[in-house]
């Protein structure tokens, strides 16, 4: 699948552009790539989609903050998730405004110089739902299943709410454009406006007939099983949003779509700082002074670290590349390992002895410490 273009890059705007910068760049691209103005120009269909969701996610402030973020992988990436799935029932739905009272449109989904206009679709809900993660699966990505309760369009009328999915006829008042236009006398002249058809309710069709299944709504409670192809890098608090997979609309709409919230697991030893990991290791005073071998864990599983000799309390040991992917590709974290010395809080009387006796031949005192080649040697003459 190709790259995404950034989406700012696709609308020509910069990236701290105003709403009114971004509506008006989308604004111009969509009546440059407008279907009606390029019949069966498969390009232009294509970046009058692109422009689209560019605009739905730009315009939207909670949107375009977690891509300004994360980039295409905040919106889903190029995995089927976020804007990409947008048809043109979706782009004429959403943003049939886009172009009232500029340059002589008479709607968005076509109609050049006022021809036809945009019927109402129904648009579905959106759901949500939180998906909770490890930090291994964090590190490579994941495919989950999950059974999400909602609204399916109903198999019986096929989601339009008419008995057998055809009983129904073009609405008398509006001839099926869903709206009406009304002319009205005033002081300065005739005055035309145009809104939605109270009799159909903008869909352009009267259902004479309705589904006894559904009773006319056209959706039916349910149950899907979702496949939800998580990117790898993701973080707490991250939500996904997978396309068309909300609810249903009411007759033959288009579908909302799934929101899904990142939930990460506490991991047993490892703390996550961005894409670095974090871990602890203790080591007694014997081990710091003359270097030991000890394991870690890591997402990968084990490995060995060497603490060098005289490695002081708070020493970080950097293990490269031993972190978590970052979302956008940008190669991976680290695992950083501190170094604690460990005290014990109770002696029995044979070790405090052990201690006495090196505080008396002065081992543990800083000054006796620093310059001498020979104190290892004495450190482990001792305890040998």
Not at 51 to 80: C, I, P, T, W
Not at 312 to 330: F, H, V, W
Not at 346 to 365: G, H, I, P, Y
């Amino acid at each position: 699948m190709a790259q995404k273009r950034d989406y700012y890059e696709v609308l020509g705007v910069v990236r701290t552009a105003e709403i009114i910068e971004i509506k008006k760049a989308y604004r111009k691209l969509a009546i440059q790539y407008h279907p009606d103005k390029n019949p069966g120009n498969k390009e232009a269909e294509e970046k009058f989609k692109e422009a689209a969701e560019a605009y739905d996610v730009l315009s939207n402030e909670e949107k375009r903050r977690r891509y300004d973020q994360f980039g295409h992988a905040g919106m889903g990436g190029n995995g089927g998730y976020g804007g990409g799935g947008m048809s043109m029932d979706d782009i004429f739905s959403q943003f049939s405004d886009i172009f009232e009272g500029f340059g002589g449109f008479g709607g968005f989904s076509g109609g050049f110089g006022g021809g036809r206009r945009a019927k109402r679709v129904n648009r579905g809900s959106n759901l949500r739902v939180k998906v909770k993660m490890t930090l291994e699966e964090v590190a490579t990505g994941v495919e989950k299943k999950i059974k999400v309760r909602k609204n399916i369009a109903c198999s019986h009328c096929n989601g339009t709410g008419a008995k057998d999915g055809n009983s129904y006829s073009t609405c008398s008042t509006c001839r099926g454009s869903g709206q009406v236009t009304r002319v009205q006398n005033t002081i300065l002249g005739q005055m035309q406006t145009t809104s939605t058809c109270p009799a159909c309710e903008g869909e352009g069709r009267i259902i004479n007939e309705k589904c006894s299944y559904c009773r006319g709504e056209g959706i039916l409670p349910s149950e899907e099983v979702i496949t939800l192809n998580i990117p790898a890098g993701v973080a707490e608090g991250m939500q996904l949003s997978v396309g068309g997979k909300g609810n249903a609309a009411r007759r033959g709409g288009v579908n909302g779509d799934l929101i899904v919230l990142v939930e990460e697991q506490e991991h047993p030893a490892l703390v996550r700082d961005g894409n670095d990991l974090l871990y602890n290791i203790f080591v007694s005073f014997p081990d710091a002074v003359l270097g030991e071998s000890t394991e870690i864990p890591t997402l990968e599983g084990k490995v060995k670290v060497k603490v060098e000799p005289g490695t002081q309390p708070g020493k970080i040991l950097r293990l490269r590349g031993k972190g978590l992917p970052d979302i956008n590709g940008y190669g991976k974290g680290d695992l950083l390992v501190k170094v604690n010395i460990w005290v014990p809080r109770n002696l029995s009387k044979e070790d405090r002895k052990t201690v006495e006796e090196m505080k008396a031949q002065e081992f543990l005192k800083p000054e006796k410490m620093e310059g001498k080649s020979s104190f290892f040697q004495k450190v482990k003459d001792f305890f040998e």
